[in-house]
Nanobody, 119 residues
């Protein structure tokens, strides 16, 4: 079983920055991809950014050039640095870990952390 614990959410003014942290336990962290998703009430959960086990990052168009995903394998931690935040970034942010369990991949989710951007 993989546990993911997010932190770092909060209330921030538009244009400012915030960094989310997700710490994983129960798996070989360095061997699998990690990601961040977000969900606005009433809307489907959407991918924000992913980072491969090798460190290759991929971003949704809405956050490209503003957000940076990174990982520290020694600390089993993935980060999401969010700059120039906008009202539309307000959402619950979830840490995600797709873990290979042999014949199938199971996706583990954190409990989510609220980010609220005020203008």
């Amino acid at each position: 079983q993989v546990q993911l614990v997010e932190s770092g959410g909060g209330l921030v003014q538009a244009g400012n920055s915030l960094t989310l942290t997700c710490t994983a336990s129960g798996s070989v962290f360095s061997s699998h991809d990690m990601g961040w998703y977000r969900q606005i009430p009433g809307k489907e959960r959407e991918r924000v950014a992913t980072i491969s086990s090798g460190g290759a990052a991929n971003y949704a168009d809405a956050v490209k050039d503003r957000f940076t995903i990174s990982r520290d394998n020694a600390k089993s931690t993935v980060y999401l640095e969010m700059n120039n935040l906008k009202d539309e970034d307000t959402a619950v942010y979830y840490c995600v870990a797709p873990v290979s369990l042999g014949s199938y991949t199971k996706v583990f989710w954190g409990q989510g952390t609220q980010v609220t951007v005020s203008s």
